[in-house]
């Protein structure tokens, strides 16, 4: 029970900075998405986000400060073994499955659900 509770604090902790940075900053949706990804990355070369995944679990995990940190750590784990060539690979590999689901079931959310606006 306790693990819940963290990764709903976490969770809700990162999804609020990002309505804030939306609702003080006036920051659009594109921007403030791309904040959360660099902070993301930027705490995973630090080495601060693999230990906030341990403490919160899925609450770390869930938002899109994860997918920052995916691209970084398999950049910099590929990096280690193939040089440069392994920034490019490394943070494809790692996040590549990701993506692809996201394509995946948008598209087919697409040919499920129609739009609300006109279609002509």
């Given at each position: 029970m306790y693990t819940f509770i963290l990764a709903f604090?976490?969770?809700?902790?990162?999804?609020?900075?990002?309505?804030l940075l939306m609702d003080v900053a006036k920051l659009?949706?594109?921007?403030?998405?791309?904040?959360?990804?660099?902070?993301?990355?930027?705490?995973?070369?630090?080495?601060?986000?693999?230990?906030?995944?341990?403490?919160?679990?899925?609450?770390?995990?869930?938002?899109?400060?994860?997918?920052?940190?995916?691209?970084?750590?398999?950049?910099?784990?590929?990096?280690?073994?193939?040089?440069?060539?392994?920034?490019?690979?490394?943070?494809?590999?790692?996040?590549?499955?990701?993506?692809?689901?996201?394509?995946?079931?948008?598209?087919?959310?697409?040919?499920?659900?129609?739009?609300?606006?006109?279609?002509?």
């Open positions: 604090v976490v969770g809700g902790i990162i999804c609020a900075i990002g309505q659009t949706p594109a921007h403030t998405l791309s904040i959360l990804v660099v902070a993301g990355a930027i705490l995973d070369g630090f080495g601060l986000y693999e230990p906030l995944i341990d403490f919160a679990g899925a609450g770390a995990t869930i938002p899109i400060t994860s997918f920052g940190n995916s691209l970084t750590h398999g950049a910099l784990a590929e990096a280690e073994k193939h040089g440069l060539v392994g920034v490019v690979t490394g943070m494809f590999e790692v996040t590549s499955s990701g993506i692809s689901a996201a394509i995946i079931f948008g598209f087919i959310a697409a040919l499920i659900f129609h739009s609300k606006g006109k279609m002509n």
